[in-house]
């Protein structure tokens, strides 16, 4: 198994609002996007990995230096997944990976020009919800001449993404792929975001969202808020096999402020290393659409309702020590969909990693993942299923876009690192996770 190698990031400009689901809309917003692999003939092998929290559009593979060497830190967050030969095999697919907007690695966010302003966003970046990602996701496809993908795939709050797209655009998804996810997050969980936000918007420095003005970072906040969420990432038990109550120095100091323990010195570590890459108004924002991610809502609490749009295949899977979003919570979605009688299959791997663990190549997990897309590479080898219309309208989503019409028939599919059919030139505006 090899690597997808150097891969540069493309950007594409919508001029085009994108509504909101707050009422608000984005306008000249940039998405910032890779792909990696071939599109066939038929533009039906395409697959769109939707990133989570502090991940991106850098799925696999590396960045260039100068020197033309790999730049240390740049492999992509999900290679031991995605490459030649790897469970998603992209001989066999063409792999997309979307910067959502709102984040801090190139799509339009916080950091970016208000465009009436000219200065960063800030705090006065509009609230987006996962629903909202899914619509841009979808803008992404229409510009890149795909009307359907053979599968959505996404971990944690990227699995709520690849849940989403199965209910907003039904008929453009062959198969759902949603791993160590929730139908919703639970009470704890929302918990633990807010104890996060706090953390945040407490520092001094962040000046009610506008410390890029100040010149400042609230990195206090940020370091705080990483070590609550890497800590709701791990399982009691990997963190009991890797640190114990192993001390720092092999003795203890009686201090109240140095670090004691081993687990001490890796959450501080963990911490500081994400303050330096990743923006504070940008957790705010993902935080707040994990919280108002929903499906039943809608439907009066009924999740088997909620599914009733949903058309394609699925594959649920959990992890047993994931405590975040444990098993139970994949099995609340596995009724819904089995209520409709709808093709649905359910693995939950006894893996100690915790939440992590869908990051993680474990062999179950990596075989179970490389038999679901061997048989979806069967399958839209020959496509069998009509694509919807463009131009139609999803169920429970917006009109289509008419940002970037599709190639013509007879065009040749894009490779990696051409410019995108409808797209705009290539950009190196984006960073690894």
């Known amino acids: 198994m090899h690597s997808v190698g150097h891969v540069t990031p493309q950007s594409m400009h919508f001029a085009a609002p994108l509504p909101l689901r707050s009422g608000a809309s984005l306008r000249d917003y940039t998405l910032v996007y890779e792909t990696y ?28 230096g100068a020197d033309g060497h790999a730049v240390d830190g740049s492999v992509g967050w999900w290679d031991n997944l995605v490459g030649p030969g790897k469970p998603l095999d992209t001989d066999r697919f063409f792999v997309i990976g979307v910067n959502n907007p709102g984040s801090c690695f190139g799509s339009t966010g916080p950091m970016q020009p208000h ?12 609230v987006v919800t996962v629903e909202d990602w899914v619509d841009a996701q979808a803008r992404l496809l229409d510009a890149l001449g795909i009307e359907q993908v053979a599968a959505v795939l996404g971990g944690s709050l990227g699995g709520m993404q690849a849940l989403s797209w199965s209910l907003r655009f039904p008929q453009r998804l062959r198969h759902c792929i949603a791993i160590a996810t929730a139908p919703n997050l639970s009470a704890q969980n929302i918990a633990f975001n807010e104890v996060a936000r706090r953390a945040i918007v407490t520092d001094p420095e962040f000046h009610g969202g506008h410390f890029y003005a100040h010149g400042t970072l609230p990195r206090r906040g940020l370091r705080v808020a990483r070590m609550i969420g890497h800590i709701t ?8 096999a890797k640190f114990g109550r192993e001390t720092r ?24 290393k994400f303050s330096a890459y990743f923006d504070a108004n940008t957790y705010l924002l993902i935080t707040r659409a994990l919280d108002y991610f929903d499906p039943a809502r809608e439907h009066g609490g009924d999740l088997t309702a909620a599914f009733a749009a949903a058309r394609c ?46 990051l993680l190549d474990d062999p179950r997990y990596h075989g179970l993942l490389r038999a679901t897309f061997d048989n979806i590479a069967k399958e839209v080898a020959e496509p069998n299923t009509e694509p919807p219309q463009v131009g139609e309208r999803p169920l429970g989503g917006q009109e289509r876009s008419d940002v970037g019409a599709p190639a013509e028939p007879n065009a040749e599919p894009p490779q990696v690192g051409e410019r995108p059919l409808g797209g705009q030139e290539r950009s190196d505006v984006g960073a690894p996770s």
């Open 37 to 64: 692999g071939r599109l066939n003939a038929a533009r039906s092998n395409a697959v769109l990995v939707c990133h989570a929290l502090n991940a991106s559009h850098h799925v696999a593979g590396t960045y260039a």
């Open 313 to 358: 295949k699925f594959l649920l899977v959990s992890f047993s020590t994931d405590w975040r979003f444990p098993p139970q919570r994949s099995r609340e979605i596995v009724k819904a969909l089995v209520d409709h009688k709808r093709d649905v299959s359910y693995a939950e791997i006894e893996a100690p990693h915790g939440h992590d663990a869908f």
């Open 233 to 240: 990432y791990l399982s009691d038990d990997a963190m009991e």
């Open 115 to 126: 465009p009436d302003t000219g200065r960063p966003y800030g705090a006065d970046f509009p």
């Open 249 to 272: 120095n092999g003795q203890l100091s009686y201090s109240t402020q140095e670090i004691e323990f081993q687990i001490e010195s890796y959450l501080r570590h963990q911490a500081d």
